[in-house]
C-alpha cells in the first residue's frame, strides 16, 4: 500500500489548511487510517486516527480544531486543521493499518508551518 500526503504550506496563526492521503489500495474502506506528526528535535507524536468501522479519535492537542475524515471511494483519507498554532509545526504523515496493531504503512510526509 502506497500512502501519498499533500496539503501542507506556509500559514500564519489562526489559518486554515487541509491535508490529503491517498492511498493506491482497493480495500481502503477496510484501513484504518490516521496522521502522525513530527517537529523538528521532537519523537512523532499522534494526531488523529479514523478507523475501518467509523470511530474517530484525537490528540488533546488537537481536540476540536482538526477534523479527520475519509472518503472511500476516492481512497482518501483528510484531516482539516483549523485556528492552527506555530506548535502545529511539523511534518504530518499519514498511516494506514489493516489491524488494530502497530500502522504498517507510511506516506512521506507533508510540511505545515504555522508563522506567528
Known amino acids: 500500500v502506497q500512502l501519498q500526503a499533500s496539503g501542507g504550506g506556509l500559514v500564519q496563526t489562526g489559518d486554515s489548511l487541509r491535508l490529503s492521503c491517498v492511498a493506491s489500495e482497493r480495500t481502503f474502506s477496510r484501513l484504518a487510517m490516521a496522521w502522525f506528526r513530527q517537529a523538528p528535535g521532537k519523537e512523532r507524536e499522534f494526531v488523529s486516527t479514523y478507523n475501518w468501522y467509523g470511530g474517530t479519535f484525537y490528540a488533546d492537542s488537537v481536540k476540536g480544531r482538526f477534523t479527520i475524515s475519509r472518503d472511500n471511494a476516492k481512497n482518501t483519507v483528510y484531516l482539516q486543521m483549523n485556528s492552527l498554532k506555530p506548535e502545529d509545526t511539523a511534518v504530518y504523515y499519514c498511516?494506514?493499518?489493516?489491524?488494530?496493531?502497530?500502522?504498517?504503512?507510511w506516506g512521506r510526509g507533508t510540511q505545515v508551518t504555522v508563522s506567528s
Open positions: 498511516a494506514g493499518s489493516r489491524s488494530t496493531g502497530p500502522y504498517e504503512y
